[in-house]
T-cell receptor
């Protein structure tokens, strides 16, 4: 069974640009969550989608947005990039989300802002 | 706001020794997970703890959960070099994980 797939693996952008990251969950999983990992702040929850609906959102500015498609694939968009957005962005999927099942993580997209 | 604290944050130990990593959290929850992360890699699920008193073991690692004390432990028995990694606990508050800071474990020969 294929795992969670994130693309691209690495991305370099400049301040002010926007970026879209993609996540394909494990087949059959309907919940997709996004996390930001930085050395200073650790792992922080961005948002969670289930059946194309955002169910939960972390404390990030509106520049961070996401969506989920009918096939459960998800995208995350960050607009007007700032230096502080440099991070590893991790996507995780679970079958039902929040119901006693671990989230399975992808390899992440490492975003660098110049 | 849920807070999750791990200690120690850095742990250097010799092969063959035992040690425990602690994970405290601030609000009631009965779902806690442990993950492992190798440098440059993603998070690997180790244990799922779903009730008070839950104990899970896999190889040299054993995890437990005390929901009344809001405490989980990850015990390492007879450490080996392959266990060197960063270990995270995460508390599940309804489709959302709040992670501890992580414990960077180095096992020396």
């Amino acid at each position: 069974k294929a795992g969670v797939t994130q693309t691209p693996r690495y991305l370099i952008k400049t301040r002010g640009q926007q970026v879209t990251l993609s996540c394909s969950p494990i087949s059959g999983h309907r919940s997709v969550s996004w996390y930001q990992q930085t050395p200073g702040q650790g792992l922080q929850f961005l948002f969670e989608y289930f059946s194309e609906t955002q169910r939960n959102k972390g404390n990030f500015p509106g520049r961070f947005s996401g969506r989920q498609f009918s096939n459960s694939r998800s995208e995350m968009n960050v607009s007007t990039l700032e230096l502080g957005d440099s991070a590893l962005y991790l996507c995780a999927s679970s079958a039902l989300g929040g119901l006693n099942q671990p989230q399975h993580f992808g390899d992440g997209t490492r975003l660098s802002i110049l | 706001e849920l807070k999750v604290e791990q200690n120690p944050l850095f742990l250097s130990m010799q092969e063959g020794k035992n040690y425990t990593i602690y994970c405290n959290y601030s609000t009631t929850s009965d779902r806690l997970y442990w993950y492992r992360q190798d440098p440059g890699k993603s998070l690997e699920s180790l244990f799922v703890l779903l009730s008070n008193g839950a104990v899970k073991q896999e190889g040299r690692l054993m995890a437990s959960l005390d929901t009344k004390a809001r405490l989980s432990t990850l015990h390492i028995t007879a450490a080996v070099h392959d266990l060197s990694a960063t270990y995270f606990c995460a508390v599940d508050s309804g489709s959302r994980l709040t992670f501890g800071e992580g414990t960077q474990l180095t096992v020396n020969p």
